[in-house]
């Protein structure tokens, strides 16, 4: 969880729980690669949460993990409208209603994964998410979080690295995708 000092850095990787076996290969290297941040001197604390298939976002039930889930997907949705990301279409809700008792209710269906950073208590980041045509997928933002580390770039919480001081003529930016792509070329 979140820690109220700023300087902390926290990564939560959720997995669903009973995923297919398709999806088993990338939940092992997501869990291989936030265990290699785990061992960074930047990040702080690394969790790893279990989710279901879907989350009924409208009975919070007095369960202590659902709590969790409730609050997380809360701060992801302010997350997004606050950075005009996306979450669509990898946490969709729809409203279902029952003929038969008469009880209507939001359904969110969840990502096999889910990736989100904090700097002390503000989520800076969410995989899966959409920025415009551009996807951030959790295992690309994983590799870039790890490699960048092992660089010694300069990480920015905002997609983007640098590999000079932002003062330095040649400073460059990049996107996630610019980086992913040209490492599949090599």
Not at 67 to 95: K, M, N, S, V, Y
Not at 101 to 129: F, N, W
Request: proline letters at 5%.
């Amino acid at each position: 969880m979140p820690d109220d000092n700023p300087a902390t850095t926290t990564i939560e990787l959720w997995t669903r729980s009973f995923a297919p076996t398709v999806a088993e290969p990338k939940h092992e290297r997501a869990i291989d690669r936030v265990k290699q941040l785990e061992r960074l001197e930047s990040v702080d604390a690394v969790t790893v949460g279990v989710w279901g298939r879907s989350f009924d976002r409208t009975r919070h039930r007095r369960i202590p993990h659902l709590e969790r889930i409730a609050a997380t997907l809360e701060a992801f949705d302010a997350w997004a409208e606050r950075t005009g990301r996306d979450l669509e279409p990898f946490f969709r809700t729809r409203h279902v209603e029952s003929t038969i008792t008469g009880e209507s209710y939001d359904v969110c269906r969840l990502p096999t994964l889910a990736l989100a950073e904090y700097r002390g208590d503000e989520l800076i980041h969410v995989a899966p998410s959409r920025d415009g045509d551009r996807t951030v997928e959790v295992l690309d933002r994983l590799e870039v979080l790890v490699r960048e580390e092992g660089e010694g770039s300069t990480l920015e919480f905002d997609d983007r690295w640098t590999d000079r001081s932002p003062d330095d003529p040649t400073h460059r930016r990049r996107s996630d995708l610019d980086v992913e792509t040209e490492r599949n070329r090599r």
